[in-house]
T-cell receptor
Framework: ETGVTQSPTHLIKTRGQQVTLRCSSQSGHNTVSWYQQALGQGPQFIFQYYREEENGRGNFPPRFSGLQFPNYSSELNVNALELDDSALYLC????????????FGEGSRLTVL | AQTVTQSQPEMSVQEAETVTLSCTYDTSESDYYLFWYKQPPSRQMILVIRQEAYKQQNATENRFSVNFQKAAKSFSLKISDSQLGDAAMYFCAYRSYSGGSNYKLTFGKGTLLTVNP
């Protein structure tokens, strides 16, 4: 069984740039969600994708957007990067059979300078 | 909106001893799920234990057990026979029972557990 994988693991961007983070979900999982974890904080829900549609969104501005592909992999895009976007971005996949049991990747550490 | 509060930023325990991590939450819903997740230094978050609010029996998973007090909105995690590998950040999380495919979790700020040899 393949777990959740994320890429890149680390990246550095400058303010105003755009970034794309990628996630491959666990085998058999059709739902992917993204979380932002600032240093010393718990993860904050960004949004969720189910069958290629966004079906839940947290309190994040529209410059945070995403995609889910037919193979259930996903992308998180952030435009016009701000310093406060520096964080660990976690992707998690899940299935309907076990509600709330998220399987997380190791995350992408984004630093915005 | 639901909130999750972990009042202990840090805890420490001696190897082989027992430790309890606290979590309280606020919700107006009657049906929901509660979770404890563990985030070791390698960063990958893993599920420790899960509790459905409609179940009166406290969940247990080997050395991990919870004390779920629905009326008090309290959900503590007890780790028995602590091991060095238990050292990690522990997050309490809440999920609504309703919402179909909406798997949004609301996390607390976490408790950093240190296990001393």
């Amino acid at each position: 069984e393949t777990g959740v994988t994320q890429s890149p693991t680390h990246l550095i961007k400058t303010r105003g740039q755009q970034v794309t983070l990628r996630c491959s979900s666990q085998s058999g999982h059709n739902t992917v969600s993204w979380y932002q974890q600032a240093l010393g904080q718990g993860p904050q829900f960004i949004f969720q994708y189910y069958r290629e549609e966004e079906n839940g969104r947290g309190n994040f501005p529209p410059r945070f957007s995403g995609l889910q592909f037919p193979n259930y992999s996903s992308e998180l895009n952030v435009n016009a990067l701000e310093l406060d976007d520096s964080a660990l971005y976690l992707c998690a996949s899940s299935s309907r059979t076990k509600p709330g049991e998220l399987f997380f990747g190791e995350g992408s550490r984004l630093t915005v300078l | 909106a639901q909130t999750v509060t972990q009042s202990q930023p840090e805890m420490s325990v001696q190897e082989a001893e027992t430790v309890t991590l606290s979590c309280t939450y606020d919700t107006s819903e009657s049906d929901y799920y509660l979770f404890w997740y563990k985030q070791p230094p390698s960063r990958q978050m893993i599920l420790v234990i899960r509790q459905e609010a409609y179940k009166q029996q406290n969940a247990t998973e080997n050395r991990f057990s919870v004390n779920f007090q629905k009326a008090a909105k309290s959900f503590s995690l007890k780790i028995s026979d602590s091991q060095l590998g238990d050292a990690a950040m522990y997050f309490c999380a809440y999920r609504s029972y309703s919402g179909g495919s909406n798997y949004k979790l609301t996390f607390g700020k976490g408790t950093l557990l240190t296990v001393n040899p």
